[in-house]
């Protein structure tokens, strides 16, 4: 699980927007539950958009079966973010915690969108679960 720019700031950053949920509370859940399924879940987090491609880099050579990532801000910014993911061909599913379309303009396009496996959007933290249980159905499936 990859998460962008300022997700460290979850549950104190605009709550009305985002929820209440602290980024370390929804990986302490992710975790659990993926372990409860006889799989492995690893998080990051990062503010800088090198260390997110190094870490989508990273993926590939550790045998990452599946990316969930809430790119953040550079969902509708970042080509290098989104050549990074193309070049590993992992399957991955974007997040977002918000309505990026019930936001700024800006907000409405997406860099990922496109080439994702799927888009979860506008769930809250409950996106991440449901990210999780798909990525591991998916994983099982094939």
Same mark, same amino acid.
Request: net charge negative; hydrophobic share 35%; aromatic share 8%.
């Given at each position: @699980? ?17 929820? @209440? ?5 929804? *990986? ?11 799989? *492995?879940?690893?998080? %990051?987090?990062?503010?800088? *958009?090198?260390? @997110? ?12 079966? %599946? ?44 860099? %990922? ?30």
């Amino acid at each position: @699980m990859i998460n962008g720019p300022n997700l460290n700031l979850l549950g104190s950053r605009e709550p009305n927007v985002y929820g @209440m949920d602290d980024l370390k509370s929804i *990986e302490n859940r992710l975790t659990k539950k993926a372990a409860d399924l006889n799989f *492995e879940l690893g998080c %990051f987090q990062t503010n800088a *958009e090198h260390e @997110m491609i190094e870490k989508i880099h990273d993926a590939k050579k550790n045998n990452v079966c %599946f990316i969930l990532i809430n790119p953040g801000a550079y969902t509708h910014t970042s080509i290098s973010v989104r050549d990074a993911l193309l070049s590993v061909s992992i399957p991955f599913y974007e997040i977002h915690l918000s309505n990026t379309f019930s936001r700024e303009e800006f907000r409405h396009k997406s860099y %990922f969108s496109d080439i994702a496996s799927g888009c979860i959007i506008g769930l809250g933290s409950h996106g991440y679960e449901l990210g999780l249980i798909a990525a591991i159905k998916k994983i099982q499936q094939s």
